[in-house]
């Protein structure tokens, strides 16, 4: 890397980035200043039309004349919110840029003799006052060239048309804010010296963008077309997370202003996981999605109380439940009452009568929508006429004037019977607010009683519950647009069914490494495949086969814990340092002794340490061996910036950490089982610099090269 002041080139690219400073900063400022004019502004307006306005409706003549004049004062209002939300997304932009302006700088030249354009690449794409591109955004056409990391004759889509040049200069940067600490010019990706430099850093508490250092394999899957499901499978280390958040932040930008934020799900492994991903897209100037475990996206479909249970569900046993609806036919039985605050509101009888009316029309979405319509109609009529009773008005002026302000604005004083039942009815609404929800969620429907006819089984688990609620209410969220699945090998057949079917018409990311199925009962790679076939109907396919996260020679062993035909595939881009560290214990006490000894290693060396055990129980038993030297982490607990912790392998998923200690890798804890296999390479690649296998007693079989 280049960083010689002498070099004439380096003086040229830090004197073009201390102009790009000084040009983001005055347009930080510049933006500052127009939203404090438009907010001066937009004050001034609406007094003035606050006076000017008078609202008249005594002829059509002056209703037509008061509806144009709101008209004009919304347009006002519109277009000063408008030139409002302009001038702050420069400024995000701009706060992005200021800790690192550009990081890269491409040279093409598009007609043949025609002078080389320059363009620089950043997080954020930002013009100047002229229009003039100061900083290309890493997510535009354009920016693709750079990521396919080939020099000369290359091309570019871009509004459907392929854009031909010649790409005469690839150089990447490293900056700090206004100051160039290096740059160099390279082609061919295991020669990009700043992926090399970034991999070497320390890891933090949190993840980290990967905007400058996406590999050509990474680019891929970041600018894929969009598809119904992109399944991507990729060895430990492979960046397959990292990918995923440059996904996300790849289409905020491809569909700028139509696509939101609540409008894009991520589905990951476990709360300290959703935690250690939570900075990447804020720093790249975006939004986070909407980030669930399989828990949290479960429990609101749930009855209050039920937990998530066992996921272990055949997609077989979900198809099972779609033939067996097609015949079904609703009895008395099927049918719940409605109660709130100690009444009924929508009796089970009620219910019974609105569902023979639909007779005609099978059981399913479509005859229990208009059922649920129905009931949502007459329970708005018994909602109107409890306002108007007068026992309601008695118990409102009961209210004391604090709950009377809350409810009305103002003390309940009503002039006239009309403006009474007015206030009575939001009294009523807020009331029985709860069977308002019940109906609306359609929990009328007895789930639990049809199941029993329907499958004659007297218990339901909870993926069943949900996908058979599903199929008789149609349940879901149709407005979700994207739903990305991370350890996606980690989810049973039903579990996914239940996802494909709830986001029925989000386009899903799925991403996995078929070798870190650490539990019994998941879903195999090809399965994933035919579930989301069958509900999505085309499946495209992506691999990743390069680590990033760990060295060599950390890669070959968990390799070699892999099948002969993957491992040979598998490679490392990471300079080599301290060789794995495997040390065999003759007894329980010297196991200890060895323990603590490189937990205090560890400690000493100011990194984060991670003490990966198989399950819960284990953590407890090294953290007591451990003492005070480590914390063990729990699902509500944040990664620390450095220490050593102790934590369960099902929270470790996903994660990396510079060193790992494995415990206890004998027999007892690994047998020589496909599943130990599996448990044991997710476990080592958890490591990014050091790894150090303890065994008490004896070395699994698994590790006996």
């Known amino acids: 890397m280049s960083s010689a002041a002498s070099d004439p080139e380096f003086t040229t690219e830090q004197a073009h980035l201390t ?94 003799g025609a002078p080389a354009k320059e363009l620089y690449i950043g997080s954020a794409g930002i013009s100047d006052e002229n229009y003039r591109r100061l900083v290309v955004d890493w997510r535009s056409p354009v920016a693709e060239v750079y990521y396919n990391q080939a020099m000369g004759p290359t091309s570019y889509v871009a509004d459907g048309r392929v854009i031909h040049a010649d790409l005469l200069l690839r150089r990447q940067f490293e900056i700090d804010r206004d ?60 960046g397959k997370t990292s990918v995923l958040m440059q996904r996300i932040a790849y289409l905020f930008y491809q569909h700028r202003g139509t696509l939101d934020p609540a409008q894009v799900f991520l589905i990951s492994p476990n709360p300290v996981f959703g935690r250690y991903i939570d900075r990447v897209l804020p720093d790249l100037g975006e939004r986070n999605p909407e980030i669930l475990t399989w828990a949290e996206f479960l429990a609101p479909l749930l009855p209050a109380g039920r937990g998530a249970g066992e996921g272990n569900v055949s997609y077989e046993r979900l198809r099972a439940i779609d033939a067996a609806l097609a015949h079904f036919a609703f009895e008395r039985s099927d049918f719940r009452d409605i109660t709130a605050a100690g009444t009924r509101l929508v009796g089970g009888d009620a219910v019974a009568k609105v569902a023979a009316k639909f007779d005609h029309l099978p059981a399913g979405p479509h005859r229990v929508t208009l059922m649920n319509e129905e009931l949502e109609a007459r329970l708005q009529s018994r909602l109107a006429s409890i306002a108007a009773a007068e026992d309601t008005h008695d118990e409102i002026s009961e209210l004391s004037i604090e709950e009377q302000l809350r409810l009305f604005g103002e003390t309940f004083d009503p002039q006239s019977e009309e403006e009474a039942r007015a206030l009575a009815l939001t009294y009523v609404r807020e009331k029985y607010a709860s069977g308002i929800q019940q109906v609306r969620a359609m929990d009328w429907l007895d789930i639990d009683e049809i199941a029993r006819r329907l499958l004659g089984c007297d218990g339901l688990t909870s993926v069943e519950w949900v996908y058979l609620k599903m199929a008789l209410t149609g349940m879901g969220d149709p407005d979700a647009k994207y739903v990305m699945i991370d350890e996606v090998q980690d989810y049973s057949e039903g579990q996914l069914a239940v996802m494909a079917r709830y986001f029925r018409r989000a386009n899903f990311l799925l991403l996995g490494d078929p070798n870190q199925a650490i539990a019994e009962g998941t879903a195999g790679w090809g399965e994933i495949r035919a579930v989301f076939e069958a509900e999505r109907g085309s499946v495209d396919e992506c691999r990743l086969m390069t680590s990033y996260r760990s060295t060599p020679a950390i890669t070959d062993l968990f390799a070699s814990l892999l099948p002969p035909d993957e491992a040979v595939e598998v490679s490392s881009v990471q300079r080599e340092a301290v060789p794995p560290e495997i040390v065999v214990a003759s007894d329980g006490e010297a196991w200890a002794a060895e323990l603590r000894r490189v937990a205090d290693e560890a400690a000493s060396a100011d990194t984060l340490t991670a003490v990966i055990v198989p399950y819960k129980s284990e953590a407890r038993r090294v953290a007591k061996v451990l003492g005070e030297a480590a914390v063990v982490l729990g699902e509500r607990d944040s990664l620390p910036d450095g220490g050593v912790v102790v934590l369960p392998l099902k929270l470790a998923k996903g994660l990396e950490f510079d060193r790992v200690i494995v415990p206890d890798a004998s027999p007892q804890v690994f047998p020589a089982s496909d599943l130990a296999r599996r448990r044991l390479y997710t476990t080592i690649s958890r490591a990014t610099r050091h790894v150090t296998i303890l065994a008490n007693g004896e070395l699994t079989e698994l590790l006996k090269l």
């Open 19 to 112: 102009e790009t400073y000084g040009k983001l900063e005055k347009i930080g400022r510049d933006a500052v200043a127009a939203m404090e004019a438009v907010a001066a502004q937009a004050a001034e307006d609406k007094k003035s039309m606050a006076e000017e306005l008078a609202v008249n409706f005594a002829t059509w003549d002056d209703i037509l004349e008061t509806h144009a004049d709101i008209v004009a004062m919304n347009n006002i209002i519109e277009a000063h919110d408008m030139a409002n939300s302009v001038q702050a997304e420069r400024l995000r932009a701009v706060e992005v840029l200021l800790r690192e302006p550009y990081f890269a700088k491409i040279a093409l030249r598009f007609k043949e």
């Open 179 to 238: 100051q160039l600490l290096g740059y160099f010019d390279s082609d061919v990706a295991i020669e990009d010296k700043l992926l090399l430099a970034s991999l070497s850093r320390g890891r933090s508490a949190h993840m980290q963008a990967i905007t400058a250092t996406i590999q050509k394999e990474q680019n891929t899957v970041v600018r894929h077309a969009d598809v119904p499901v992109l399944q991507v499978a990729g060895v430990a280390g492979s």
